[in-house]
């Protein structure tokens, strides 16, 4: 679900094959599909972060009635991963360092019910110490998503790319979920 983008990007692109070169509202279609994206990545975040925390720590594993905690997630979810897109624009420094400062915030949300916004906070305070090691993690979490994103861009949004990169993305996003959660584990206990 989390890949869905790519589709969207793909359908729009093969419907408009004749139009889209003379028409500049096919820039602003694109990004209002890359803003919906961030929306998009909350509603799917949420089910893979219960799961990526009950997979490092069964012995906590979230209540099912916590569902109306979602929508702090999907605006917290939302504002991050604008937070971390314009970084990466600008520079890909700020982007990496707002990635590693706010990465335990689904954690804190869906273990402590924490508020959206304030579980941004809370996660800059629990990766105090520890920004260094989290940014190592995340470089290298990021070098191996770079065959799905490679291969995304080697065959470009036709249907191709979006099957590779999902084939390739999915372990990857996955692995990096539960290793966060693992992070979020150990970062916890230590405070």
């Given amino acids: 679900m989390l890949l869905a983008v790519p589709v969207m ?41 219960r799961s990526a925390l009950a997979a490092v720590s069964p012995e906590t594993t979230p209540e099912d009635g916590d569902w109306w905690v979602r929508d702090g997630f999907v605006r917290a979810t939302a504002a991050f991963s604008f937070t971390v897109a314009v970084g990466m624009v600008f520079l890909v420094i ?7 400062i706010y990465t335990f915030f ?10 959206g916004f304030l579980s941004l906070a809370q996660s800059a305070e629990l990766t105090r110490g520890n920004r260094m090691r989290l940014l190592v993690l995340v470089l290298v979490l990021t070098a ?5 994103a ?36 150990t970062l916890s206990r230590l405070r």
């Fill in 9 to 49: 990007v793909l359908l729009v692109w093969q419907s408009s094959e004749g139009t889209r070169e003379n028409n500049p509202l096919f820039f602003w279609l694109y990004l209002l599909i890359w803003l919906g994206s961030f929306l998009v990545a909350g509603y799917v975040g949420w089910p893979l972060a």
């Fill in 94 to 100: 700020p982007g990496l360092m707002v990635l590693m």
């Fill in 106 to 115: 689904p954690f804190l949300i869906i273990e402590r019910k924490a508020k």
């Fill in 144 to 148: 191996l998503f770079i065959p799905a």
């Fill in 150 to 185: 490679y291969s995304y861009t080697q065959w470009g949004p036709g249907a191709l790319g979006v099957v590779a990169a999902w084939l390739l993305g999915t372990p990857v996003l996955a692995l990096g979920a539960v290793t966060m959660a693992a992070g979020y584990r």
